[in-house]
T-cell receptor
Framework: AQKVTQAQTEISVVEKEDVTLDCVYE???????LFWYKQPPSGELVFLIR??????QNEISGRYSWNFQKSTSSFNFTITASQVVDSAVYFC?????????????FGGGTRVLVKP | DTEVTQTPKHLVMGMTNKKSLKCEQH?????MYWYKQKAKKPPELMFV???????INESVPSRFSPECPNSSLLNLHLHALQPEDSALYLC?????????????FGPGTRLTVT
């Protein structure tokens, strides 16, 4: 069975500080996909990034960066120079691709509060 | 265009009412999903349609009835709901082939059952 754990339930920072969100996953599949989603107070889940299990290259996209390490089953996400608009709940999610549909397993979410 | 639309945004219904939630996407995705999300919880998968056929039903009560009329539309028919069914209902879509399997979500329908 797949499992995603986000140990941090809430993080509070002051604007311009960096924020790192932790995500640890469990799966028996050799091919899988990892995602980060943002859910602002409006409710819509916004797709941020995807990582395929066969690609461990870490990247930076604007103020977002991620650190994928298969050896420790971790997929951490960093927001650099946080802004008030980054305040939201962030979900890490895992899926295996299947013809029946990509069943997402979500972590419990981390609420990020960025204060001005 | 990575937009999934959902109507209505808000819905209040009595336990004897029948209503429908609608979802639409024009990204050419062949998988569509319904999720239920309670406050301070992650989304929970309800149904998956793959190539317009129901492929996953997560043991959802029969008072929720999904329908996929074509590859762009997804409906969720509601009948005889209970107050505990009050939640945010999210629709999503994704590809089924290739390597871009991320799901794109709509803004949700906030449902209140009285």
């Amino acid at each position: 069975a797949q499992k995603v754990t986000q140990a941090q339930t809430e993080i509070s920072v002051v604007e311009k500080e960096d924020v790192t969100l932790d995500c640890v996953y469990e799966t028996r599949d050799t091919t899988y996909y990892l995602f980060w989603y943002k859910q602002p107070p409006s409710g819509e889940l916004v797709f941020l990034i995807r990582r395929n299990s066969f690609d461990e290259q870490n990247e930076i996209s604007g103020r977002y960066s991620w650190n994928f390490q298969k050896s420790t089953s971790s997929f951490n996400f960093t927001i650099t120079a946080s802004q008030v608009v980054d305040s939201a709940v962030y979900f890490c999610a895992l899926s295996e691709a299947a013809a029946a549909g990509n069943k997402l397993t979500f972590g419990g979410g981390t609420r990020v509060l960025v204060k001005p | 265009d990575t937009e999934v639309t959902q109507t209505p945004k808000h819905l209040v219904m009595g336990m004897t009412n029948k209503k429908s939630l609608k979802c639409e996407q024009h990204m050419g995705h062949r998988a569509m999903y319904w999720y239920k999300q309670k406050a301070k919880k992650p989304p929970e998968l309800m149904f998956v349609y793959s190539y317009e056929k129901l492929s996953i039903n997560e043991s959802v009560p029969s008072r929720f009835s999904p329908e996929c009329p074509n590859s762009s539309l997804l409906n969720l028919h509601l009948h005889a709901l209970q107050p505990e069914d009050s939640a945010l209902y999210l629709c999503a879509s994704s590809h089924l082939t290739g390597t871009s399997y991320e799901q794109y979500f709509g803004p949700g329908t906030r449902l209140t059952v009285t």
